[in-house]
């Protein structure tokens, strides 16, 4: 497929931005699936202000932008990524503390929060330790797990819109619901949020976060690429039992695979394709239907 990044608007984006731009950059690199064909250009702003600068770059060149995070919960298609694929990662992962709050750069990882706020006695994030993304992708799509999500203590959002423009919008604001947000439109980027916890003693945190994870890798196929749960569960009980009733567990089509761990994960037993994956779902749909 051809790219609609240029070599000459290649350089310019180095210019205007000041940092590295990665041509054809094998999306497969970037994502926990380890599946996806090559984003046209794929930069890392190390600071809000270099953000800024792709994004009214990318405006200005009628260029569409791809937010990523740290690639988990993704597909990407074998054919890539057309345009500018903007990783929000190192440089925007910085945390500090205010009394029962943090304040974090979307960047960060969630496990590598939950274990700071562990450190400086603050509960409430506990839950977020056994989860791979960033808290850019978090927020967008309202993550959570044990019947927390990362909107149930997020006061703040700093963003930046496609244009180049910055807000701050409320907790309330965000329009959090589930497993989405008003992230979730596209048109803007966080690069920080403002969390609210409690004061908690450290070595109880830890206790419940060593639980989680214990959880999860009885329960989950930690061993295996994935891209997490790719159903979502209807009302009432997980789609993994469904999948499990239907007798689909081991199904494989390509080198992708119904995990024999969690119904409701499909892994990458070996060099599976995004073509892989989309017609095992389909399977998978279909048959549990019937």
């Known amino acids: 497929m051809t790219s609609m990044v240029s070599g000459e608007q ?8 000041g940092g590295k731009v990665m041509i054809s950059e094998p999306m497969k690199k970037h994502t926990s699936f380890q599946i996806g064909g090559p984003a046209d250009a794929l930069v890392e702003p190390h600071d809000v202000e270099a953000l800024r600068r792709v994004l009214q770059w990318a405006w200005s060149e009628s260029l569409p932008v791809f937010v990523l995070g740290n690639g988990t919960n993704l597909l990407v298609a074998d054919e890539g990524i057309r345009g500018i694929v903007v990783r929000v990662g190192p440089g925007l992962d910085g945390i500090t503390f205010e009394g029962e709050c943090v304040r974090a750069g ?7 929060l939950a274990r700071e706020c562990a450190d400086h006695g603050l509960s409430g994030f506990e839950w977020a330790v056994g989860i791979p993304g960033s808290l850019g992708g978090a927020l967008t799509m309202n993550a959570g797990a044990y019947s927390h999500t990362v909107g149930d203590v997020t006061r703040e959002v700093r963003m930046v819109g496609l244009d180049g423009a910055l807000s701050v919008k409320t907790g309330e604001e965000m329009q959090f619901a589930q497993r989405s947000s008003r992230l979730s439109h ?15 003693d450290p070595g109880s945190v830890r206790a419940r976060m060593a639980e989680y994870m214990k959880d999860r890798k009885v329960k989950q196929p930690l061993h295996l690429p994935s891209a997490g749960c790719v159903f979502q569960n209807p009302s009432g009980r997980g789609a993994g039992r469904y999948i499990d009733a239907a007798g689909l567990k081991g199904l494989r089509v390509g080198g992708a695979e119904v995990s024999q761990v969690h119904a409701n994960f499909i892994v990458n037993a070996g060099g599976a394709t995004a073509r892989d994956v989309l ?12």
């Not at 979307?106 to 590598?112: D, H, R």
């Not at 017609?279 to 019937?290: A, D, F, N, S």
């Open 186 to 200: 596209g048109d803007s980027i966080a690069y920080q949020a403002l969390l609210a916890l409690r004061p908690a």
């Open 106 to 112: 979307t960047g960060v990882s969630l496990p590598a």
């Open 10 to 17: 290649a350089r310019r984006l180095e210019k205007a931005y």
């Open 279 to 290: 017609i095992l779902m389909g399977v998978i749909r279909r048959t549990v239907y019937e």
